[in-house]
């Protein structure tokens, strides 16, 4: 566990096709159920400081017992962290999360500790944010705000993978 987010609760990973990218965690990983979204609904965006709310980010999440493997494809030209990460040439894990249900202290100790905001965001699960201060070149940290919302998306996510049997691999609807 962090001392300044919390537990590490997902890696992000960044690639440039989403449906290849869940088909290798499926077949070779064995990783799934996926819930796809094409276009994640955000409210709110803003990428180092300026404002940005038309960014198109496809995701799809699954989990490997505690931890959730988030995949993001970014199909728009938005600046973001997403795009800086492939333009640098990387693809693959990009941030690690945690989802602290105390977001706003968490935010403000890591500001103090000498963390910038990247990008941020909002959405009907709740705020997002993207740390700068790279321990690893590429890798970032990002907090999710745990909303009852996005509790429950995750819970459901995380309690799909119990047991799959690999059935329905690929699920457009969050679990309910």
């Not at 989990?63 to 962290?81: A, F």
């Not at 640098?88 to 935010?107: K, N, T, V």
């Not at 959405?123 to 890798?139: A, D, I, K, M, Q």
Request: glycine residues 10%; proline residues 5%.
């Amino acid at each position: 566990m962090s001392r300044l987010f919390g537990d590490f609760r997902q890696i992000g990973i960044v690639v440039r096709d989403i449906d290849t990218a869940m088909k290798h965690w499926i077949e070779v990983c064995g990783i799934g159920p996926w819930f796809y979204v094409d276009k994640l609904p955000v409210t709110e965006f803003s990428y180092r400081g300026s404002r940005h709310d038309e960014i198109h980010i496809s995701i799809a999440l699954a989990n490997s017992g505690d931890v959730q493997l988030e995949l993001i494809q970014q199909r728009c030209d938005t600046p973001s962290m997403y795009r800086d990460f492939l333009e640098a040439g990387h693809e693959g894990m990009q941030h690690w999360s945690s989802w602290p249900q105390d977001y706003d202290a968490r935010l403000e100790r890591a500001l103090s500790n000498g963390y910038e905001i990247g990008q941020q965001g909002d959405s009907p699960r709740g705020r997002f944010v993207y740390l700068w201060n790279e321990g690893h070149p590429g890798t970032v940290i990002e907090m999710a705000d745990m909303t009852v919302e996005r509790e429950a998306i995750f819970n459901g996510i995380k309690d799909a993978a119990v047991g799959w049997n690999g059935e329905d691999p690929v699920r457009t609807q969050w679990p309910s």
